[in-house]
């Protein structure tokens, strides 16, 4: 397996504008994290899904961010309209054992200008 | 609201030596995870660690889990530069496997 898969790899965008960050998780694995990583705050928990339901999005900062998993090989965390603060590296990953043994994928690095 | 602290915060050591890192809590936790990140990398999982006391080797690597399952500790034997990294820990609460919090993480960098 190619493990988990996240595109693209680095993201510059204007404020204001829509962002789509991408996720494959590696098949079979039941579960899908969403994180974000930033000197300040460290790696934060923004939502999880457990078999493509959505099960706890209260690391979700504001309602400009969004997150979907329409099948079981594919997530998407969106933001809009996304601001400088949001600059950060986005990380997904997946495990069959809930969030204790998660394979995480190599993040996009995003940069809001 | 359950943290983990981690000690130091950076290290900087010659290639060769021994040293320990720690990730410490208030609180109990049903099992707690180390990674190591790259730079440019996503973390990658070192071992988890469930019991109280357990002691996990993984080559020259040492995981230890404190006997109240509230901290642990990770020495390193003869680091080399290839051990260069933020190492991270995490723990699951008692009530769920679903979700972990992180510690900040121990930057450690290797000098030849």
Known sequence: ?113 | TQLLEQSPQFLSIQEGENLTVYCNSSSVFSSLQWYRQEPGEGPVLLVTVVTGGEVKKLKRLTFQFGDARKDSSLHITAAQPGDTGLYLCAGAAKTSYDKVIFGPGTSLSVIP
């Not at chain 1, 934060?44 to 979700?60: A, K, T």
Request: proline share 6%; with cysteine.
């Open chain 1, 1 to 113: 397996d190619a493990g988990v898969i996240q595109s693209p790899r680095h993201e510059v965008t204007e404020m204001g504008q829509e962002v789509t960050l991408r996720c494959k998780p590696i098949s079979g694995h039941d579960y899908l994290f969403w994180y974000r990583q930033t000197m300040m705050r460290g790696l934060e928990l923004l939502i999880y899904f457990n078999n493509n339901v959505p099960i706890d999005d209260s690391g979700m900062p504001e309602d400009r961010f969004s997150a979907k998993m329409p099948n079981a090989s594919f997530s998407t965390l969106k933001i809009q309209p996304s601001e400088p603060r949001d600059s950060a590296v986005y990380f997904c990953a997946s495990s069959l054992l809930g969030a204790t043994e998660a394979f995480f994928g190599q993040g996009t690095r995003l940069t809001v200008v």
